[in-house]
């Protein structure tokens, strides 16, 4: 049975005789309706009527409906407005630009705008890297997309698709402080995607790449990698791969096996099956089969791609052929990035025992969180209602604030295990245990982790980054020059 959720809560505006018995009937018809009630509050009031908003979680719009229906029947109750309170979130978008400096004089003007900023501008002219430290660069991540692959909503277009881009930019913000901005394009050309992102790139640190479908999605990355200095990440890919890596690290613990030991089933082989094959090949995992919407990959099925044909050549060493259902005879760990309900808790069952199984298709999983709980032993999931969520607001904050902070150009495979291994160490083995493998989404601990590993693993690969010395030096001269005596008076 569907639960009643805060992504459906509405506010009814009910007008109702004054009387202390019918506002108790406006909420028993409520309840009755299936609806959890949150707040009632009295808006009017006059000796003959009341106006109450009444707010109340439901499970859908049709069920908003209903409720305003049952409300309309009783004798001299109305629904005078149904708000929807997801939707008044939205309202005029969820994101703003708010100065960061003082501009209430006439002094502050002459120094953040005209004709103080001159003097920036050229000092920049003259040292193109100083613009990492003198405008927002320094802490900007663009987050790109063109809406074709929108989580659980598909190709809905670069407008639809921007609401949850305004989402990713205040996770951003909230979570670790990255001023990140929406950028969604009107073009599913990946030459054009790249141009524009070039075109860009001048304005910001670091770009997060969002909801691209497959295979477009591996070549632009690929290719913007290669020609930008700052770093770009996928996160359907990379941000999923790490959070699945650091769930996993700690439920091996709680079922006492090792990473290089267990036969892993992965179900699906997009952008997020990809990258979580890589990650965990580079944690020290030996035996993975990846499967398609049909079966195992064979080198037919995998010739569609560059992706899959890599796929293929990297898992599978046993040479299985067969479909999912047939794979998972045996299988230690299930990780599922494909679609809703392809398996039951029978399927589970002929896991091995101390089963791990990672039902991540979103809203609905592959199989049944409670029916795979009876049989596995760790179960995770996309969803919030239920224990253990994967979700990749773990990752991309922490990511880009230790990228950001060391001044990385580029991003490699080491900084995304590191980022794993950070998320997975914040669960202490005190607190480990099958139904906690992974961090609260609000853990402050997990962004500094994540942060600090990062940074810490570019440092690691460049010990003495000349250019950076180089910068620094620079600047410290422009600071000095600053604060000679009379410099403040040219």
């Known amino acids: 049975m569907t639960m009643p959720s805060p992504s459906y809560t509405i506010t009814l505006r009910v007008e109702a005789p004054a009387s202390q018995r019918a506002t108790s009937e406006i909420v028993h018809e409520v309840v009755a309706a299936g609806a959890a009630v949150m707040g009632v509050d009295v808006v009017d009031s006059h000796p003959a009527t009341i106006v109450v908003d009444v707010t109340c979680d439901t499970v859908d719009s049709e069920h908003g409906e209903r409720i305003v229906a049952a409300l309309d029947a009783l004798d001299g109750v109305r629904v005078l407005k149904m708000s929807d309170s997801t939707f008044l979130m939205h309202l005029g978008g969820k994101i703003e630009v708010t100065p960061k400096v003082p501009l209430k004089t006439r002094r502050d003007l002459s120094r953040a705008y005209t004709p103080g900023v001159a003097r920036v501008c050229l000092a920049i002219a003259d040292h193109p890297e100083d613009a990492r430290r003198l405008t927002i660069k320094r802490n900007t991540v663009a987050v790109v997309t063109d809406g074709t692959a929108v989580l659980g909503l598909g190709d809905i277009g670069p407008q639809a698709a921007m609401p949850v881009m305004e989402g990713k930019a205040a996770l951003f913000k909230q979570f670790a402080g990255v001023d990140a901005w929406p950028l969604a394009l009107d073009t599913t050309d990946t030459e054009e995607i790249i141009r524009t992102v070039k075109a860009i790139a001048p304005g910001f640190g670091g770009v997060n790449l969002e909801d691209i479908s497959a295979p477009r999605c591996f070549e632009i990355e690929r290719r913007l990698r290669a020609e930008l200095d700052i770093p770009v990440f996928h996160d359907d890919q990379h ?35 990809s990258a979580i094959v890589r990650l965990l090949l580079a944690q020290g995992a030996t035996d993975i089969i990846a499967f398609d919407r049909h079966a195992a990959l064979t080198a037919e099925s995998a010739a569609r791609d560059e992706n899959r044909q890599w796929l293929f050549a990297h898992t599978n060493p046993t040479g299985f052929r067969g479909t999912l259902r047939q794979g998972l005879i045996g299988a230690d760990v299930f990780i599922g990035v494909s679609a809703a309900n392809i398996l039951d808790g029978a399927d589970i069952a002929r896991m091995n025992d101390r089963a791990i199984v990672f039902a991540l298709a979103n809203p609905t999983p592959e199989v049944d969180p409670i029916a795979a709980g009876e049989v596995a032993t760790v179960v995770a999931s996309g969803r919030s209602d239920y224990p253990n969520q994967i979700n990749n607001v773990l990752v991309f904050p922490g990511l880009f604030r230790g990228l950001l902070d060391s001044g990385a150009r580029h991003i490699d495979d080491e900084m995304l295990r590191v980022a794993a291994v950070a998320i997975a ?33 570019h440092l690691r690969t460049h010990p003495v980054d000349e250019r950076r010395a180089h910068d620094a030096e620079h600047l410290a001269h422009q600071v000095d020059r600053a604060l000679r005596p009379g410099a403040l008076g040219r």
Not at 252 to 260: M, P, R, S, T, Y
């Open 239 to 273: 941000g999923t791969a790490i959070v699945v890596l650091a769930a996993l690290i700690n439920a091996l613990k709680v079922v006492d096996k090792a990473i290089g030991d267990v036969r892993i089933a992965v179900s699906g082989v997009g952008a997020a099956g």
């Open 425 to 457: 160490g914040v669960v202490g083995d005190d607190e480990l245990n099958s139904a906690y493998i992974i961090p609260s989404v609000f853990d402050t601990r997990v962004a500094e982790a994540v942060a600090e590993a990062v940074s810490a693993a």
